[in-house]
């Protein structure tokens, strides 16, 4: 069974850091794209970065620059190195494995305050 375990949230002040891991199991992981989305309160989910079997990322516009994401196989962990980290930034992160099926796990939460 597919599982997406999220770590590494906390609360962090503006302009600070923060790096967020995603391990997986039950997954044939090097195969998968890893996402990253979040979902701040009222607010809908939405995408911030993602990096594909072969390395290629994708970013948000609003976390070029600041954000990273990256991945290692041989774990099956794919991280998200966060700087720069604005109030706005302030959500619940998940991670999402997609391949023919798209896994979420449980989320972790990133506040940042001013």
């Known amino acids: 069974q597919a599982q997406l375990v999220e770590s590494g949230g906390g609360l962090v002040q503006a302009g600070g850091s923060l790096r967020l891991s995603c391990t997986a199991s039950?997954?044939?992981?090097?195969?998968?794209?890893m996402a990253w989305y979040r979902q701040a309160p009222g607010k809908q989910r939405e995408f911030v970065a993602q990096i594909s079997r072969g390395g290629n990322t994708n970013y948000a516009d609003s976390v070029m620059g600041r954000f990273t994401i990256s991945r290692d196989d041989a774990l099956n962990s794919a991280c998200l190195q966060m700087n720069s980290l604005k109030p706005e930034d302030t959500a619940l992160f998940y991670c999402s494995a997609v391949r023919l099926s798209v896994y979420w796990g449980q989320g972790t939460q990133v506040t940042v305050s001013s």
């Open positions: 039950g997954i044939a992981f090097s195969f998968y794209t």
